[in-house]
């Protein structure tokens, strides 16, 4: 799975205002199945907050993604091959409506297969279509549980007074897990973070500053996206 299909709509983008004001997230993801904590360091990203839009600097990928939500739109930039793509809200939603059919005759045709293997396989994708999780959240530890048998968020949040900015963050949350799987079909289907954006909302004033995915036993997936977050954007960044 691609690291970054699965935890691209983990990155933050906070303000204390506005957007416009300007934000800069810097991520690092960790791989803690490979490594004891804090874990072996796989990837790292930088997300700029300005003018009422985010972009998302990917180093690996040499890739810059631009979430444009008056446009509408994503725009997506990679220097290396001087490709620009533009994907707008309706055309990801109009590719994610086609997502379940699809998902489901897959599922059939891997139970018909027979195999413990398959039906390992089958039963995950059939979770990731419809997530059933146990939830939890410890307001001491500002910790948000999302679980299950083999698939698990471990989410800690931070107190956000201005809770339009954390419907903002969901939105944008939202929107990138289906661009997510659009681009990397081999990732995660988008339903589990979209419930997990969810229980966030239910919370009403918390922000995710860390996100914790763990797949075991049925996978060895084991990731966590650490953010840390500057208000206002520096020289080198209006640079970029």
Same mark, same amino acid.
């Given at each position: 799975?691609?690291?970054?299909?699965?935890?691209?709509?983990?990155?933050?983008? %906070?303000?204390?205002?506005?957007?416009? +004001?300007?934000?800069?997230?810097?991520?690092?993801?960790?791989?803690?199945?490979?490594?004891?904590?804090?874990?072996?360091?796989?990837?790292?990203?930088?997300?700029?907050?300005?003018?009422? $839009?985010?972009?998302? !600097?990917?180093?690996?990928?040499?890739?810059?993604?631009?979430?444009?939500?008056? *446009?509408?739109?994503?725009?997506?930039?990679?220097?290396?091959?001087?490709?620009?793509?533009?994907?707008? /809200?309706?055309?990801?939603?109009?590719?994610?409506?086609?997502?379940?059919?699809?998902?489901? +005759?897959?599922? +059939? &045709? %891997?139970?018909?297969?027979?195999?413990?293997?398959?039906?390992?396989?089958?039963?995950? /994708? *059939?979770?990731?279509?419809?997530?059933? /999780?146990? +939830?939890?959240?410890?307001?001491?530890?500002?910790?948000?549980?999302?679980?299950?048998?083999?698939?698990? !968020? $471990?989410? *800690?949040?931070?107190?956000? &007074?201005?809770?339009?900015?954390?419907?903002? !963050?969901?939105? !944008?949350?939202?929107?990138?897990?289906?661009?997510?799987?659009?681009?990397?079909?081999?990732?995660?289907?988008?339903?589990?973070?979209?419930? %997990?954006?969810?229980? %966030?909302?239910?919370?009403?004033?918390?922000?995710?500053?860390?996100? *914790?995915?763990?797949? $075991?036993?049925?996978?060895?997936?084991?990731?966590?996206?650490?953010?840390?977050?500057?208000?206002?954007?520096?020289?080198?960044?209006?640079?970029?």
């Amino acid at each position: 799975m691609a690291l970054r299909g699965i935890l691209f709509g983990s990155i933050l983008c %906070l303000s204390s205002v506005s957007f416009g +004001q300007g934000l800069r997230i810097s991520t690092h993801v960790y791989d803690l199945e490979k490594a004891p904590a804090p874990g072996k360091m796989v990837s790292s990203s930088l997300s700029l907050c300005h003018n009422g $839009r985010i972009y998302d !600097y990917v180093n690996a990928a040499d890739e810059v993604v631009i979430f444009d939500p008056v *446009e509408r739109r994503f725009t997506i930039l990679n220097s290396s091959r001087g490709l620009v793509t533009t994907l707008t /809200f309706d055309e990801i939603r109009h590719k994610m409506d086609s997502l379940e059919p699809k998902t489901k +005759q897959y599922i +059939q &045709e %891997l139970r018909a297969a027979g195999s413990p293997a398959t039906e390992r396989m089958a039963d995950a /994708f *059939e979770f990731q279509l419809h997530p059933k /999780f146990e +939830q939890s959240y410890d307001a001491m530890q500002e910790l948000l549980i999302l679980s299950s048998p083999s698939f698990t !968020y $471990r989410v *800690e949040t931070r107190q956000w &007074e201005e809770v339009d900015q954390v419907e903002r !963050y969901l939105a !944008y949350a939202d929107w990138t897990a289906q661009l997510n799987f659009i681009l990397h079909p081999n990732s995660l289907l988008p339903e589990p973070r979209l419930a %997990l954006n969810s229980a %966030l909302r239910n919370l009403k004033d918390r922000m995710p500053i860390s996100v *914790e995915l763990d797949l $075991r036993p049925n996978d060895k997936l084991h990731l966590r996206a650490a953010h840390q977050l500057t208000r206002n954007l520096s020289d080198d960044d209006h640079r970029r």
